[in-house]
Structures are given as structure tokens and as C-alpha cells.
């Protein structure tokens, strides 16, 4: 059985075209393209994926949240130095 990889869906027909190849053509979503997911048994629908969002959340590593600390620290203790 052939998926659609955008939508899951299996209502695909087949175009030919391309370089000498078979297309495929969701009559779901529109997708036209000669990769599709083939599969004998149920799967969910490919996710849209929801990682890319939540790793650039947390984008901010703690190394460098020490660093920021420390030069923050180290710019205070230099402004006591110098103020008197
Ligand atoms: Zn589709």
C-alpha cells in the first residue's frame, strides 16, 4: 500500500513523468512526487514535527548561562574596584 509522506493519506494515483520515472499524485493534499511511503499495515499520519520548536527553546545551554553569570559578577566586582 502507498502513503502519501505529507499527509499519510493512501489515496494516491500514479502520473507518469519525470526522468524516465513513475509520480505519484495525492488527491489529498496535492503532493506530487516520486517519493511515497509504502506500507503494508496501518500507520498514524507522519507528525509535522513538533521537536524543531521545542530544541530551539531550550536553545540556550547552561554552560553559557554560568558564563553570562560569572562576567556579570566579574563586571560588578570591577565597578566596587574602581568606583572608591
Ligand atoms: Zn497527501
Redesign the pocket.
Known sequence: MLR?P??G?TDLYTMIGGYGGFRYR?K??G?IGSFVLESDEELPSPVTRPKESEEKKIAVPLWLKIVVALLVLYMLLYLLILIP
Request: hydrophobic content about 0%; charged content about 0%.
Open positions: 502519501c505529507q499527509c493519506s495525492c489529498q493534499c503532493y
